[in-house]
């Protein structure tokens, strides 16, 4: 599974859509990769400099690749995937597929002990605990998602905290492409700077929720929120509102993103030439003594409404 040249140099042959808009050339830019050999203390600094760090190769990447093998092997009854090829692949069937079926397999999946293992296997597990500086709590809802290319499907743009507000706002995301997600598949792209905005936006939120219960209060779908909890769905617009750019970048199976809980981030529509799937996992880190938003102490399921 080879990875195309870097985002910088192809940016201009590049057209990164989500929703029916394009985002321009100009407001595209490269994710700053980090070596995890730098050390934990220059990788705290550029985690709360740049809202974000990109872990290359923290992770074992024959592994990560097994692990999506076992994925779309599962979901390979569904019609999701073309037969006859190595499942690590992910080659998406053009049609045929049950999208019932598809959804319960996920839930499925997302409740096994392989998918458990994966998302607390121990090099990401001794990173945790020396990033937050204490003992690392993984939050029992964790999503899994795999994005057809050709379809619109595209997550909005958004910050995490807009779900998690009933807990600490000491929370780390961890984004895992499982299988490599080279740009044109659609991985996820950071709003250039965006932690600030976000904290701005949180923090005019409280301003304003003082007439809301306190149920409302953290709940993402309240009457002073945007639909779901999204902050946009046009990227361009927001590039250009902020005079900011989208960073985008070709991930590889063994890459983990850590992101604030103020970021803004979005996905872009899977546009791969080959046909594959994009397949990645999101979970939540937090340290265990502080507090945790008990809504997501439950198993994900699809309409949980967090």
Not at 18 to 32: F, V, Y
Not at 212 to 222: G, K, V
Not at 240 to 262: I, K, Q, T
Request: proline share 5%; hydrophobic share 40%; aromatic share 10%.
């Amino acid at each position: 599974m080879s990875i195309p040249a870097n985002v910088e140099a192809r940016k201009a042959d590049l057209s990164l859509a989500a929703h029916d808009r394009t985002i321009p050339a100009e407001r595209l830019g490269p994710l700053r990769p980090t070596d995890p050999a730098i050390g934990i203390e220059a990788i705290r600094r550029r985690y709360e400099e740049n809202g974000y760090v990109w872990l290359k190769g923290l992770l074992p990447r024959p592994e990560v690749i097994d692990f999506r093998r076992w994925v779309f092997s599962r979901l390979a009854e569904t019609g999701l995937l073309v037969t006859g090829h190595d499942f690590a692949l992910g080659i998406a069937a053009a049609e045929g597929v049950d999208w019932s079926l598809a959804d319960r397999r996920l839930m499925s999946i997302v409740r096994s002990a392989a998918y458990e293992g994966f998302c607390a296997q121990p090099p990401l597990v001794r990173f945790m605990d020396a990033f937050l500086e204490g003992i690392s709590y993984l939050h029992k809802r964790k999503l899994m998602r795999y994005t057809k290319p050709g379809t619109a499907t595209a997550t909005p743009a958004h910050y995490d905290l807009v779900y998690l507000r009933g807990g600490t706002n000491r929370l780390v995301t961890a984004w895992i492409p499982i299988g490599d997600v080279p740009v044109e598949m659609g991985g996820l792209v950071y709003l250039e700077g965006s932690h600030a905005i976000g904290l701005g936006m949180e923090a005019e939120f409280r301003l304003r929720s003082g007439d809301l219960s306190p149920e409302e209060r953290i709940s993402a779908y309240n009457s002073h929120m945007a639909e779901g909890g999204w902050v946009s769905k046009d990227l361009p617009g927001m590039a250009e509102r902020f005079n900011a750019r989208w960073l985008a970048a070709d991930y590889e199976a063994g890459d983990v993103v850590l992101h604030s809980p103020y970021m803004i981030h979005a996905a872009t529509t899977n546009q791969d030439r080959a046909g594959r799937l994009r397949l990645s996992t999101d979970i939540r880190f937090q340290n265990v003594d502080d507090e945790i938003d008990a809504r997501w102490n439950n198993h994900w399921s699809l309409g949980d409404m967090l």
